[in-house]
């Protein structure tokens, strides 16, 4: 269904979103700090709130269908946002990046997932276009993830993909951080801080969970506009999510096969979907494959809250049934959670058993 919002909608929300994004980089470069749950709170709250009154307008402005659209499209973006957000919290804790400093790097990490989404949809938005078979591979693609996703090892994201230890080899990198300085003078030798390695760790996350993404909202509308919409909005409030959940992610321990069974979901509509429009020409002789269930959009958003619920109840009543709270979970074994942690940590080294090039 070809959706159409009008022109002057399409582009001011595009404005607003860019104006209320540039005014949270602005706080978080003018004022670094830790927030404080009371504050990531109403943080996140707000980021909420916009979304669900972006909702209502699209229901207003438009109809049922758009708004229908966005909120599945939102919340399947979120809950994938969250697991970008875990291994954010594996990459903070791999690389010993200063707490005091975690604000700026995740707006940097948030800043560039928003690029590679552009990119990617903008990409996605063309070859639908196109090419019709598409929905073929993304729906094979996001299959093959929600069986890696449900099957893959609790440690798989902690270590160094081969690029960043490419990178270790050919940089010279010293052992401390300075602030957020990319660069700094050792023994009169210029090197690069392991802040480097950092956005090289979350960019080329940032790609891989793009990769993902972006097939999967587009099984739930091929409205440029709503995917980029929901992206924005899904990683609005990221950040402040970050500080508040904590360590509180490590401890959902179902929430990856909740993520997973979306994934997988998506993809069967969009497999079934392609095979309602068909026109590949050795499937059915090209013909279109009239008994494919075309799956609707509150199907869908059902399917999808109903997951995410399900998957976070469980994880928390098994955090529970372990005798561990849930604000136990938050704070974990992080010695930054006290007052001390807004102290200057621009001399911590990084935790790592590798020989730093250049040493």
């Not at 669900?52 to 699209?58: G, N, R, S």
């Not at 063309?126 to 598409?134: E, G, K, P, V």
């Not at 990319?182 to 950092?198: A, Q, Y």
């Not at 500080?243 to 490590?250: R, V």
Request: charged fraction near 15%; glycine fraction near 6%; avoid cysteine.
């Amino acid at each position: 269904m070809e959706l159409a919002l009008p022109a002057w909608f399409e582009i001011g929300s595009f404005v607003v979103l860019l104006l209320i994004l540039a005014f949270d980089l602005l706080i978080v470069f003018k004022r670094p700090h830790i927030p404080s749950p009371k504050e990531s709170t109403l943080w996140v709250s707000f980021y909420v709130a916009l979304a669900l009154i972006f909702a209502l307008l699209m229901l207003v402005i438009g109809d049922a269908e758009h708004a229908g659209q966005f909120l599945a499209g939102w919340l399947t973006e979120y809950s994938l946002s969250i697991d970008n957000l875990f291994v954010f919290v594996l990459i903070m804790g791999r690389f010993a990046v200063p707490r005091k400093y975690q604000q700026e790097v995740l707006m940097v990490g948030i800043i560039i997932a928003l690029v590679l989404r552009g990119i990617f949809i903008l990409l996605g938005a063309q070859l639908i276009a196109s090419f019709s078979w598409i929905f073929y591979i993304f729906g094979a693609f996001l299959l093959f993830t929600a069986i890696h996703q449900a099957f893959s090892k609790e440690d798989d994201g902690d270590g160094e993909n081969a690029f960043i230890r490419f990178t270790r080899k050919r940089l010279k990198v010293s052992n401390q951080y300075e602030g957020f300085k990319l660069r700094t003078l050792v023994d009169g030798n210029r090197m690069f801080t392991p802040l480097i390695i950092v956005f090289i760790a979350l960019g080329t996350t940032d790609l891989l969970f793009a990769l993902d993404s972006i097939p999967a909202i587009f099984g739930i509308t091929q409205s440029p506009f709503i995917v980029f919409a929901a992206n924005v909005f899904a990683l609005m409030g990221l950040r402040q999510l970050y500080f508040l959940l904590g360590h509180l992610l490590d401890k959902l321990e179902y929430l990856k096969y909740g993520i997973a069974f979306i994934l997988a979901f998506i993809g069967v509509k969009l497999v079934f979907h392609a095979m309602h429009e068909n026109e590949v020409s050795w499937i059915n002789g090209g013909q279109h494959i009239e008994w494919a269930p075309d799956i609707d959009t509150w199907t869908s958003l059902f399917v999808i809250i109903a997951s995410m619920a399900v998957a976070t109840i469980a994880s928390l009543v098994k955090l529970k049934l372990s005798g561990t709270s849930v604000a136990e979970a938050i704070h974990g074994d992080d010695p930054d959670t006290d007052e001390s942690a807004n102290a200057d940590e621009s001399a911590a080294p990084v935790k790592t058993t590798q020989e730093e090039p250049g040493q």
